[in-house]
């Protein structure tokens, strides 16, 4: 039976009333995402229509679920916040801090020594507050919450930007920041701007060496890694159908990587056939009772222009495998053509690692049809010529696969199978040879593939391929190998093809386990002690941020003018930083340290206005803070793309910034730079950041009349005693302003006043 089965029932009683009445509200037929989000309005039944990417809403999500680097700062927060237990479903997962070197066992063995304390503060701070905990190796959070929790029609939020991947079970799945996930168990509505919707119709059928990992590709270069900022991406068509529930959950995952708010697809068999599979018959049952409601109207797809904001059209049958990047997840570039553009743009065409597995693609079929591949080394006397890793989304996934056979046919052409953890892919590989920064290329089925994301080296090219893509290309050791045309020579000299990978959507015979690493909470925690060392280096209990005097800000420095792309594992790096994330003083020195300053072109080097030296960004930041001067931070286009770490807006809140003025920013990020209390501001002319001066001192002269709608007025004053007064636009809303105003959106919770 399905965890929470009476919560999902109660969604779907609740469905077709509330659904109906917003068709009427609205005055014509609605897309999966309008029905899904107008059953789960704050207030209940809909009153009103809302207008797309204008309208704030409240709503009221059916769960939360944490990983292990996010949860430590989010527990910390909702401990602050007084309430006794979650006021929904929650659920955190030990799959961050898991890093990977060895293998699964090895690796597994010194995470638990390494990070027991945080381990362990995770266990009882689960404990105490009636929360489900997934231990260390039971899985990486994405792909748990596929097998358990993830339920048609239904709304979570999570703590992680790839939440989206239950998207792949036809939720509304939204990765937010930990403040965020606190309103929500601290039982209060969580306010989203309600999105623009983008609909992707899928025509055809996947077949050969074509992936669902393809469409999110292709999807990528269509839309750019901006392109669905403020949307949900909704898929429908007959090729959307037509694939297995995993493929859609891969679609989904990648999503946050052109900026949507979240990715879904309509209820259809082969996500009954999952629900049934993973023991929840229960669920496909409830959900087969109210199937009409969980898809668009047949109206919407038969004209989708009619009811999104964009529509875009994808042939699967004629959609070839991609590869993209370097550096970058929406450089879209088919097989056939990556071998002229590696020459072109001078890749190093020798593949040193290829890695499959990751949140995104570790599902049986991903494996399954990966290992039709591997078999065919020995049985074509081939030999990988690149190094081959595989990281295991779950245990269940681990377990099952090992049963039949997958993980001893990867051992016999050399594979290192990684823990059941996220590893490489959020930069948790202690790569051999890495520190020696060498130019190099990988090829991995994750999701990002940023500067420095995987083992930390700056010259590591990263291409995001399909797990079975990524195997032939491991085999072959060569970017420019296209394997729907090209030959190998195999090691007695004669030239091969590899097969057209194959595999089971689901295992024929069936998903099973040992343990899967879950912890029940306790019936009453109010017994159970959460005890944090004072003297701890990884975990350090929050102080309140202070609330704003009222005043106008003067003084203000400049910390950094950020050039290009600044994400947030530029703003607040992952890898061995990870260890720090529940202690955020100690984490604040990671601050901008990836960040290109635009006045030197160096990282982690800025000028100290008050000594005129050059030191560290949070060096600068410390500095300007101990001496009372506030700061602010300049940046770019997309400003926090990325993860949903809220580390990069509480680390310059915790460091004296006090704005961020950007020319524009991902959606999760300006949401927690509001959330804890700092202005997140967009030039209204973005030619003013080239205005901008190093030694710029600024003061903000109307924020006494914050209002929404209301642009702020900055002045900048260069050392030469020069003005230039810019206008900055914003997004906040009378609430949002309130939090700015009490500190931060937690003071208000702890006060009982939110």
């Known amino acids: 039976m399905a965890f929470d089965i009476e919560m999902i029932k109660k969604v779907y009683e609740n469905m077709p009333g509330r659904v109906d009445k917003a068709r009427e509200i609205v005055g014509r037929p609605l897309t999966l995402t309008e029905k899904i989000l107008y059953n789960h309005l704050w207030d209940g039944n809909p009153t009103k229509a809302f207008g797309r990417g204008v309208d704030y809403v409240d709503f009221a999500p059916d769960r939360v679920a944490c990983q292990d680097a996010t949860a430590q700062m989010a527990l910390l ?33 010194r995470a638990k020594t390494q990070s027991n304390e945080v381990f362990d503060f995770l266990s009882s701070v689960s404990n105490k507050y009636g929360i489900g905990f997934w231990k260390p190796g039971a899985g990486i959070i994405h792909q748990v919450v596929l097998e358990n929790y993830a339920f048609p029609g239904g709304m979570m939020i999570g703590t992680d930007s790839h939440t989206v991947n239950a998207g792949g079970l036809g939720m509304v799945a939204i990765g937010v ?113 109210v199937a009409s409601y969980l898809t668009g109207d047949p109206e919407v797809y038969a004209n989708p222009e009619q009811y999104f904001d964009q529509v875009i059209e994808i042939n699967l049958s004629e959609l070839e495998p991609h590869l993209n990047g370097p550096f970058t997840p929406d450089l879209a ?47 074509k006397n081939l030999k990988t010529k690149s ?94 190998f296209n394997p729907l045309t090209d030959t190998l020579i195999n090691e007695d000299g004669e030239e091969v093809m590899l097969d057209e990978p194959t595999g089971d959507e689901l295992p024929p015979k069936g998903f099973d386990v040992k343990d899967p690493g879950f912890q029940v909470p306790a019936e009453d925690g109010s017994g159970v002690q959460v005890v944090v060392s004072p003297t701890s280096e990884r975990l350090q209990l929050l102080a309140p ?78 500095a300007y ?25 509480m680390e310059p809140r915790f460091l004296g910034v006090k704005a961020v003025l950007v020319k524009s920013f991902a959606r999760i990020h300006e949401t927690n730079l509001k959330k804890q209390g700092l202005l997140g501001l967009t030039f209204a002319n973005e030619a003013d950041y080239d205005k901008i001066q190093e030694d710029d001192t600024i003061n903000f002269l109307d924020l006494v009349d914050f209002a929404p709608g209301k642009p702020l007025t900055l002045e900048f004053v260069h050392a030469n005693g020069t003005k230039d007064i810019i206008l900055a636009n914003h997004t906040y809303n009378a609430g949002q302003i309130g939090w700015f105003v009490a500190g931060s959106a937690l003071n208000l919770i702890a006060a009982g006043k939110a």
């Not at 007084?82 to 990977?100: E, N, R, S, W």
């Not at 056979?405 to 490489?424: L, M, Q, R």
């Open 387 to 480: 190094q081959f890793t595989i990281t295991p989304g779950s245990e269940v996934v681990r377990y099952t696969i090992e049963r039949d056979g997958f993980i001893d046919t990867f051992h016999k052409i050399g594979a290192t199978v990684f823990a059941n953890a996220c590893g490489p892919c959020i930069g948790m590989w202690d790569r051999d040879g890495a520190e020696k920064e060498e130019r190099n290329t990988i090829v991995h089925s994750f999701n990002r593939n940023f500067s420095k994301r995987a083992d930390g080296n700056p010259n590591t090219l990263a291409f995001v391929g399909s797990p079975e893509l990524v195997t032939a290309m491991a085999i072959a050791g060569d970017l420019g």
């Open 625 to 649: 803070k101990a001496a009372g001067v506030p700061s602010i931070v300049v940046g770019d286009h997309n400003y926090g793309e990325g993860s949903s770490r809220e580390h990069a807006a």
């Open 177 to 289: 920041g930990g403040a965020d996930a606190v309103d929500v168990m601290s039982g209060m509505a969580w306010e989203l701007k309600f999105p623009k919707l983008i609909g992707v119709k899928l025509t055809g059928k996947l077949s050969g060496w074509t992936a669902p990992k393809d469409v999110i590709l292709k999807v990528a270069g269509i839309l750019t890694v901006k392109g669905g900022t403020g949307a949900i991406v909704e898929y429908f068509g007959e090729g959307a159908t037509s694939m297995s529930c995993t493929g859609k959950g891969t679609i989904c995952n990648m999503g946050a990587e052109i900026g949507a708010t979240t990715s879904t697809f309509g209820y259809d068999a082969s996500m009954g056939r999952y629900l049934r599979s993973t023991n929840r018959a229960d669920v496909a049952d409830a959900a087969d009772k």
């Open 77 to 109: 927060q909702f401990m602050h916040a007084g309430k006794p237990k979650v006021a929904v479903p929650t659920t955190v997962h030990c799959d961050h801090l898991i890093q990977a070197k060895v293998d699964a066992e090895t690796d597994l063995a």
């Open 545 to 622: 941020f202070d609330a704003w005097d009222g005043k106008n800000i003067t003084g203000v420095k400049l910390l950094i003018k950020a050039f290009g792309k600044c994400t947030t594992d530029h703003i607040s790096m992952a890898g061995p930083w990870l260890r720090f994330r529940g202690h955020l003083d100690n984490i604040s020195n990671n601050m901008l340290i990836g960040a290109v300053n635009a006045f030197n072109q160096k990282t982690n080097s800025v000028k100290n206005q008050l000594t005129g030296t050059y030191d560290a960004v949070p060096a600068v930041a410390r």
């Open 333 to 379: 570039t088919p097989i056939s053509k990556m071998k002229e553009a590696a020459i072109k743009n001078n890749w190093p065409l020798q593949i040193q690692v290829g890695l499959i597995g990751s949140c995104t693609n570790s599902s049986y079929e991903d494996i399954s049809r990966a290992a039709s591949l591997a078999r065919q080394v020995s049985a």
